[in-house]
């Protein structure tokens, strides 16, 4: 008797709201009728995402001045291709005026709308800083490449080159699984085609092919890592990752370390971590000299990007999974990296960059070192990556300028080619020197020097003595390479300088005559030179994120 009395009280309920909302559009109930449709819109999903079109500005503006480049391309003449140049300069440089309006850090967007709040896109301080750090390379390596595209297909280059430095803005905004994924492979798959964009230049292709074999098998293996972590968790968004993986069933907890293991495999191939930096040294001699100083610093940045944020805000409750791992990579990384640059032999064709590629292996050791502290510590450690690699950005792209500035002189680019650059060019003599010596973390690089020590505390402060050490001994055996190659700038030059056609293995002939550098190569060893000179001046305007926390 009760069951059908509840029966018939809950049709009669039921019966009764539904009466109410199909009448409420009438004048006899008004207020009945709203009230009644925000009950049953509360208890609706919403699917409509409001877009927050300033957030996503910098990228999005990227990636439309790479469409607009490659339609222009169809109808510019070949002799005015060098607008293209121009015009992506100017996005870039819009883009990252546009990072001013965001610095507050303090905007999402692509949102969920019901349960709880995760966004796909956010522009915190780490958001902005990163994007500054990418679309300041690439700006660099535009100046870099306006006098070389000449003889490279000039459309096809500024496409790839936009479009890979949009997919890397967008990646440090990325806070779900599927966007982190999709902006690492838009910043990638370009930079595959970049690296073998000379035309009949079979070492160009053979870079690009490694390259592209490698990183393939290395992105399988994250995605398989990725759809582990799904499998486990029933979600994408980073900050939900990390909810669920507090309360992951036993039965789920090997295939959750399974899952962040392999995903981390995949960061560090785009970091050049060992042993997953084979590609590098091939890679970087292999593409044009700019794409090589792009790889090296926004290609980084990319890797080191997402691998903080997958650790940090996805896994921390796995850190006694990725701390271990990641300090023993920076250890394997570092040492490798500044032992095959010691042995790097200065007859050698393109030693000096074979030598700059081993460098950028060890340095991204140093760069691993916060982020494994962070596992042991607070986020705040990573603070230290971020500011290691604003001072690395500058002084690393103004080395390889300069490398492209004495190219153009002796095309074999071998170390013994800059003994005596200070008598020919001593203002690009005195610019490497100095770009070396913030590497090397000698005065008067401050910035190098102060970067260094920080890295070096936050493994300290995490109890990471035995890291400190590892790191100590290697910046001591990376001092020969640095000072050695910083010497060689000021001492005296061996005979007449080297031709064209003997660094090509062709017959001699007649000596080059000393050129005017290009306007564009000039203004990009001068903007990094100043920028080095200002960070050793002030060196808390970079080391300030050091001690903040970015999210």
Same mark, same amino acid.
């Given at each position: 008797?009760? /069951? +059908? #009395?509840?029966?018939? @009280?809950?049709?009669?309920?039921?019966?009764?709201? !539904?009466? =109410?909302? &199909?009448? %409420?559009?009438?004048?006899?109930?008004?207020?009945?009728?709203?009230?009644?449709?925000?009950?049953?819109a509360?208890?609706?999903?919403?699917?409509?995402?409001?877009?927050?079109?300033?957030?996503?500005?910098?990228?999005?503006?990227?990636?439309?001045?790479a469409?607009v480049?490659?339609? /222009? +391309? #169809?109808?510019?003449? @070949?002799?005015r291709?060098?607008l293209l140049?121009? !015009?992506? =300069?100017? &996005?870039? %440089?819009?883009?990252?005026?546009?990072?001013?309006?965001?610095?507050?850090?303090?905007?999402?967007?692509f949102?969920?709308?019901?349960?709880?709040?995760?966004?796909?896109?956010?522009?915190?301080?780490?958001?902005?800083?990163?994007?500054?750090?990418?679309?300041?390379?690439?700006?660099?390596?535009? #100046?870099?490449?306006?006098?070389?595209?000449?003889?490279?297909?000039?459309?096809?280059?500024?496409?790839?080159?936009?479009?890979?430095?949009?997919?890397a803005?967008?990646?440090?905004?990325?806070?779900?699984l599927?966007?982190?994924?999709?902006?690492?492979?838009?910043?990638?798959?370009?930079?595959?085609?970049?690296v073998?964009?000379?035309?009949?230049?079979r070492?160009?292709?053979?870079?690009?092919?490694?390259?592209?074999l490698?990183s393939?098998?290395?992105?399988?293996?994250?995605?398989?890592g990725?759809?582990?972590?799904?499998?486990s968790?029933?979600?994408?968004?980073?900050?939900?990752?990390a909810?669920?993986?507090?309360?992951?069933?036993?039965?789920?907890?090997?295939?959750?370390?399974t899952?962040?293991?392999?995903t981390?495999?995949?960061?560090?191939?785009?970091?050049?971590?060992?042993?997953?930096?084979?590609?590098?040294?091939?890679?970087?001699?292999?593409?044009?000299?700019?794409?090589?100083?792009?790889?090296?610093?926004?290609?980084?940045?990319?890797?080191f990007?997402g691998?903080?944020?997958?650790?940090?805000?996805?896994?921390?409750?796995?850190?006694?999974?990725?701390?271990?791992?990641?300090?023993?990579?920076?250890?394997?990384?570092?040492?490798?990296?500044?032992v095959?640059?010691?042995?790097?032999?200065a007859?050698?064709?393109?030693?000096a960059?074979?030598?700059?590629?081993?460098?950028?292996?060890?340095?991204?050791?140093y760069?691993?070192?916060?982020?494994?502290?962070?596992?042991?510590?607070?986020?705040?450690?990573?603070?230290?990556t971020?500011?290691?690699?604003?001072m690395?950005?500058?002084?690393?792209?103004?080395?390889?300028a300069?490398?492209?500035?004495?190219a153009?002189?002796?095309?074999?680019?071998?170390?013994?080619?800059?003994?005596?650059?200070?008598?020919?060019?001593?203002?690009?003599?005195l610019?490497l020197?100095?770009?070396?010596l913030?590497?090397a973390?000698?005065?008067?690089?401050?910035?190098?020097?102060?970067?260094?020590?920080?890295?070096?505390?936050?493994?300290?402060?995490?109890?990471?003595?035995?890291?400190?050490?590892?790191?100590?001994?290697?910046?001591?055996?990376?001092?020969?390479?640095?000072?050695?190659?910083?010497?060689?700038?000021?001492?005296?030059?061996?005979?007449?300088p080297e031709t064209?056609?003997?660094?090509?293995?062709?017959?001699?002939?007649?000596?080059?005559?000393?050129?005017?550098?290009?306007?564009?190569?000039?203004t990009?060893?001068?903007?990094?030179?100043?920028?080095?000179?200002?960070l050793?001046?002030?060196p808390?305007?970079?080391?300030?994120?050091?001690?903040?926390?970015?999210?």
């Open positions: 008797m009760t /069951a +059908d #009395l509840s029966t018939t @009280a809950g049709s009669l309920v039921n019966t009764t709201a !539904g009466s =109410l909302i &199909a009448q %409420a559009p009438d004048a006899a109930a008004p207020g009945l009728g709203n009230a009644a449709g925000n009950l049953a509360a208890d609706v999903p919403s699917l409509v995402q409001s877009i927050d079109w300033l957030a996503i500005a910098p990228p999005t503006l990227t990636a439309l001045a469409l480049v490659l339609v /222009a +391309d #169809l109808f510019l003449p @070949a002799h291709k060098q140049g121009y !015009g992506a =300069l100017t &996005a870039l %440089a819009a883009a990252l005026a546009l990072l001013i309006p965001l610095r507050a850090g303090d905007r999402s967007t949102c969920v709308t019901t349960g709880a709040q995760a966004c796909s896109y956010t522009a915190d301080h780490f958001t902005v800083v990163i994007q500054a750090l990418v679309l300041g390379g690439a700006f660099l390596t535009v #100046l870099l490449s306006l006098d070389d595209t000449r003889k490279l297909p000039a459309g096809e280059f500024w496409f790839l080159l936009l479009a890979s430095a949009a997919g803005a967008l990646l440090p905004a990325s806070r779900d599927a966007t982190l994924v999709v902006a690492l492979e838009v910043a990638s798959l370009p930079a595959f085609a970049l073998g964009i000379k035309r009949g230049d070492r160009s292709s053979e870079a690009a092919l490694k390259f592209f490698s393939v098998v290395a992105t399988a293996v994250m995605l398989l990725v759809s582990f972590v799904y499998a968790t029933g979600t994408l968004h980073l900050t939900e990752i909810a669920r993986l507090d309360d992951v069933p036993p039965v789920l907890d090997t295939l959750v370390k899952g962040v293991a392999l981390l495999v995949g960061f560090a191939f785009k970091t050049a971590a060992a042993p997953f930096h084979f590609w590098v040294p091939d890679t970087y001699v292999g593409a044009p000299l700019p794409i090589a100083a792009y790889l090296s610093v926004v290609g980084k940045a990319v890797g990007s691998l903080i944020l997958v650790t940090v805000i996805a896994f921390p409750s796995y850190a006694d999974v990725w701390g271990p791992a990641l300090a023993v990579l920076a250890a394997l990384t570092m040492t490798v990296g500044n095959a640059a010691v042995r790097q032999r007859d050698r064709a393109r030693s960059v074979r030598l700059l590629a081993w460098s950028s292996v060890a340095q991204a050791g760069l691993l070192v916060p982020i494994a502290a962070a596992a042991y510590s607070s986020d705040e450690q990573i603070g230290s971020v500011a290691y690699a604003l690395y950005a500058v002084v690393n792209l103004g080395a390889f300069v490398a492209a500035l004495v153009r002189t002796h095309p074999g680019n071998r170390l013994s080619d800059y003994r005596g650059l200070y008598a020919t060019r001593p203002l690009a003599a610019a020197g100095f770009f070396l913030c590497l973390g000698l005065p008067p690089g401050i910035i190098g020097l102060f970067a260094k020590v920080t890295v070096f505390s936050a493994a300290v402060d995490a109890g990471l003595g035995w890291l400190a050490v590892v790191m100590a001994v290697n910046v001591v055996i990376a001092l020969y390479y640095y000072l050695q190659w910083t010497a060689s700038l000021f001492r005296a030059p061996d005979g007449a064209a056609e003997a660094a090509t293995g062709t017959p001699a002939s007649t000596p080059q005559r000393r050129f005017r550098a290009p306007a564009p190569l000039t990009a060893i001068v903007l990094t030179a100043a920028a080095g000179i200002l050793s001046g002030v808390q305007a970079v080391l300030r994120f050091a001690s903040v926390s970015l999210f």
